[in-house]
């Protein structure tokens, strides 16, 4: 009979090495988000910032929203701060939406430095990719994609509010609402957000395809950019693209059929109108929150439905946050397949991996769970109706922004809750956790052992 060793055997200093460096790469961005969210923090409590002075944790929490492109705010952004302050938060809000590691590539090969390997490390966890030899390419890559579509939608715009405003208000508007709608984060100059264009074609179709083309992910685009052609497309691009259309399709469908009689939301508007609004309200669940109606008048099923959106969130490598529409897609795929005794679920063509389904479950589950805890919490600490309590940790997850209107009289302990929900849904649960946990060496290989569930 054979003869296990059970003891572990000693780790290497070399291996330690590796684990640390495995483990360098949340810990950098994580302690990056903490820094820029700290000089964000201070600057909006500099004189000049504000029209009326604002408390330390009132700045903290913009600061954060900022950067993470949520949204939420504790304060009328429009009118408590200065134009000088709105410009900080516009720059904040473009530093967190493209990516810390974008800007340091990009500045690190304009000083002519060397990036090191734990460095490229950072920036592959940052950018999720898996070739470090494209690291490079594709951050510049991401900073010229962006400042194009941001600089196509500043022209719209600003040809747009010309007609009705001063020409510095009109191009102050462009500018702020180009960057927080690219970035997805949500953040508007009236209390009201979009509601008084609710039916203009002009800020409806330019608006959301700022966010959607920021949501859908960098590197859809970069991917188009080089084959131009659907057969050519990588498997997650083709996979992205489709599902967008049809979670897109679907959630407009659903809402203008729920929402049509509503007369607190469609139901009080023109049949062109109706459609315009259905659809911003589709669309903008999925991290960009803004709204041309008033969330808390929503019927329970399409707030429901807007959770749902909200969860699941953008693309990955994107300016939104969620659990990511790719991960939600996995998921279906991989219960649908063992429903069908389908040992190997395929999307175009492709198997899916072990790697990629435990990864996409283990990020589902970890999201559910953080969730779960902060709404727990939450309805320890707020005299609020509960389902606005879920909608607003859900929000702060998703990093969305759209609130039922508890921002704004949040406890200390619950607006110290939504920064932290704010913090995990920008960097990604899969990324705590990969701080969090200690990295272990397998000696041992246990033997296969199969478990009733369900």
């Not at 500018?175 to 002009?202: D, E, K, Q, R, W």
Request: proline share 4%; charged share 10%.
């Amino acid at each position: 009979m054979t003869r296990w060793n059970l003891q572990q055997r000693p780790i290497s200093r070399k291996a330690k090495s590796a684990y640390k460096i495995q483990a360098a790469p949340p810990l950098i961005l994580s302690l990056s988000f903490l820094a820029v969210i700290a000089i964000g923090t201070l600057l909006l409590l500099l004189p000049g910032m504000t029209t009326q002075p604002i408390s330390f944790s009132q700045s903290l929490f913009t600061a954060t929203s900022a950067v993470t492109v949520t949204g939420l705010v504790v304060v009328d952004t429009g009118t408590v701060f200065t134009q000088v302050g709105l410009t900080v938060i516009a720059f904040l809000i473009q530093i967190g939406g493209l990516g810390l590691m974008t800007f340091a590539v990009v500045t690190l090969i304009a000083l002519g430095s060397k990036i090191s390997f734990l460095q490229q490390s950072a920036i592959k966890e940052a950018f999720n990719q898996t070739d470090l030899s494209t690291l490079v390419s594709t951050a510049k890559s991401v900073l010229l994609f962006a400042l194009i579509i941001e600089l196509l939608g500043f022209i719209i715009l600003s040809l747009f509010w010309l007609q009705t405003k001063p020409i510095g208000e009109a191009l102050f508007h462009a500018f702020f609402y180009t960057v927080s709608a690219f970035n997805n984060a949500g953040f508007a100059l009236s209390a009201n957000s979009l509601s008084l264009y609710v039916g203009n074609p002009v800020i409806n179709l330019t608006i959301t395809a700022l966010f959607i083309i920021g949501g859908l992910g960098f590197s859809v685009w970069i991917d188009l950019n080089k084959k131009r052609a659907w057969q050519t497309l990588s498997v997650y691009s083709k996979l992205m693209i489709s599902s967008t259309f049809i979670i897109n399709g679907i959630a407009l469908i659903l809402i203008y059929l729920i929402e049509k009689d509503n007369p607190n939301t469609l139901g009080g508007l023109d049949s062109t109108s109706k459609l315009w609004a259905a659809w911003f309200q589709a669309v903008t669940p999925r991290t960009a929150g803004f709204n041309t109606v008033d969330i808390s008048a929503l019927e329970n099923a399409t707030t429901w439905l807007t959770l749902l959106l909200m969860f699941i969130g953008g693309g990955s490598m994107s300016t939104a946050s969620g659990i990511k529409l790719v991960t939600f897609v996995v998921l279906i795929m991989s219960a649908y397949s063992y429903l069908r005794r389908d040992p190997s679920p395929s999307i175009f063509g492709r198997s899916l991996s072990n790697e990629t389904r435990g990864k996409a479950l283990a990020l589902t589950l970890l999201s559910t769970a953080v969730s779960w805890l902060a709404i727990f919490i939450l309805s320890i600490t707020e005299k609020a109706d509960f389902l606005d309590v879920v909608f607003e940790a859900i929000s702060a997850l998703g990093t969305v922004g759209l609130s039922r209107g508890l921002t704004g009289d949040l406890s200390d302990p619950g607006t110290v809750v939504i920064i932290f929900l704010m913090f995990i849904g920008r960097l990604g649960p899969l990324t705590i956790a990969y701080f969090l946990a200690s990295p272990r060496q397998v000696t041992i290989k246990c033997p296969n052992s199969t478990i009733p569930v369900g």
